[in-house]
């Protein structure tokens, strides 16, 4: 069947306690009806947000040395003639390709990768490689194309010097050390995690377990790496109530070195009186409740955290920010592709989570007046691209992290996943989804 295809962008993931959403190839390939008839090689690190980095190695015509060019790479979603979104493919398209090395005669701009889903394997892998976006999403017979996946300990000094030199920041961070570790103050700080979670809600309630279970994971897998001791609290099921979130705040007592994470998964709604732009969250313990009363704004629970004084406070909710009568919207899930486990690098760790200028960040799903799109099977796509985006931050393929470049990350995914995703019946471009994460940063305490 003929196919559309429509822009999709998505960010990075990694870890010593590996973090499976990262994944690293190499791939062959030659376009034989090409008049130099040149075989092409390439490193390509595909990050669990869906962006993607990837260097091409060849040697030109008339050339002893090799070529090295390296891009961006960019997911971009399949969507077949009645515009829905077709998980089971997808591609990547080259972004702002450059010369690394070699003469240069003529730049080459690499072709365009596609991936399928493998039944067997359960994961998207690589099927072929076009030329660009506008041929067929099907292999011309006379290509040749190969694909290895790598894990990470295979990821040895000599494949990757092939592609990267030992003075290039992606070697270094990959073989020498991982930095070092917490001193014995350090060794002290405690990370508060509260995690407040509808997961009885009939509607969206799976989605919510989902970010729950995400959000646990993410934190307590960099805190564990770390060296970091977590003091959990989790409000979801039967304990769920405005009372219990107000006692969790109330009865934090955080040191000045300390970590304070307040994640939120749920309805959210706008209060007609109230024209602040976050979000009010919903917390009743029973529908039937009155949701004006049973409810808290993110904005009074962020200045209530940062009150306590900590070094880092993160405030997030994964809700929609829209009149109470508006339900949430539910788009297509994402298929995986495997992971090569790729390990986090404690210096990145450090520069978010450690960083000697107090921080205080405030997060959430949607802008005023927006709904925040979600699919039972994986959660919502805000929560999905910003653990995604942090695991991949943390990880040995980043150099100087910050948690703006972060959320800009999981903006940029956010919006395109919801893009593809509509918010009513029936499907027609009118009622695609718009949903723009928005966030503010508060520098000191």
């Not at 955290?305 to 994964?318: E, H, P, Q, T, Y």
Request: proline residues 6%.
């Amino acid at each position: 069947m003929r196919v559309q295809v429509f822009l999709f962008m998505l960010g990075l993931l990694g870890g010593y306690i590996p973090l499976h959403g990262q994944s690293v190839y190499q791939f062959s390939y030659r376009f034989s009806a090409s008049p130099d008839n040149t075989t092409y090689y390439a490193f390509f690190v595909r990050f669990a947000d869906g962006s993607g980095l990837m260097r091409v190695r060849y040697t030109q015509p008339g050339s002893s040395s090799p070529t090295v060019v390296e891009t961006d790479m960019t997911e971009v979603a399949v969507a077949d003639l009645d515009g829905k979104e077709d998980t089971s493919s997808l591609l990547f398209t080259p972004v702002n390709p450059r010369l690394i090395t070699g003469e240069g005669r003529g730049l080459y701009t690499p072709p365009v990768f596609y991936f399928r889903y493998n039944q067997t394997s359960g994961y998207l892998e690589p099927a072929g490689v076009i030329r660009d976006v506008s041929s067929p999403l099907e292999m011309d017979p006379s290509t040749q194309f190969t694909a290895q996946w790598i894990d990470y300990g295979s990821l040895s000094r000599s494949l990757v010097g092939q592609y990267f030199s030992e003075d290039e920041d992606f070697y270094m961070n990959l073989f020498a050390s991982n930095g070092r570790g917490l001193s014995p103050d350090e060794k002290k700080i405690r990370l508060f995690l509260i995690i407040v979670a509808n997961i009885n809600e009939p509607e969206i309630g799976a989605s919510c377990q989902g970010d729950l279970a995400r959000a646990q994971q993410t934190f307590n897998s960099i805190a564990t790496y770390m060296g970091i001791t977590v003091i959990p609290t989790v409000i979801a099921g039967n304990n769920y109530n405005k009372k219990a979130v107000q006692a969790a705040i109330s009865g934090l007592h955080p040191g000045a070195n300390d970590i304070v994470i307040f994640y939120y998964s749920g309805h959210g709604f706008r209060k007609p009186s109230d024209k602040r732009r976050f979000p009010y969250i919903d917390l009743r313990a029973k529908p039937q409740d009155d949701y004006l009363s049973q409810s808290l704004h993110l904005e009074d629970i962020f200045t209530a955290i940062k009150n306590k004084g900590a070094r880092l406070n993160l405030v997030m909710s994964d809700c929609c920010n829209t009149p109470p009568e508006i339900s949430n919207a539910t788009g297509s899930k994402i298929s995986p592709t495997k992971g090569s486990g790729v390990n986090l690098s404690m210096d990145n760790c450090r520069a978010l989570f450690l960083s000697s200028t107090p921080m205080s960040l405030m997060a959430t799903a949607a802008d005023s007046s927006q709904r925040a799109s979600s699919n039972n099977n994986f959660g919502g796509f805000f929560s999905y691209f910003f653990t995604s985006s942090l695991q991949g931050y943390c990880s040995v393929v980043k150099t100087s992290p910050t948690w703006d470049q972060l959320l800009e990350d999981t903006k940029t995914q956010t919006i395109a996943k919801a893009q593809h995703t509509y918010c009513d019946k029936p499907y027609i471009p009118q009622n695609i989804c718009q949903q723009f994460p928005v966030y503010k940063i508060v520098f000191g305490k």
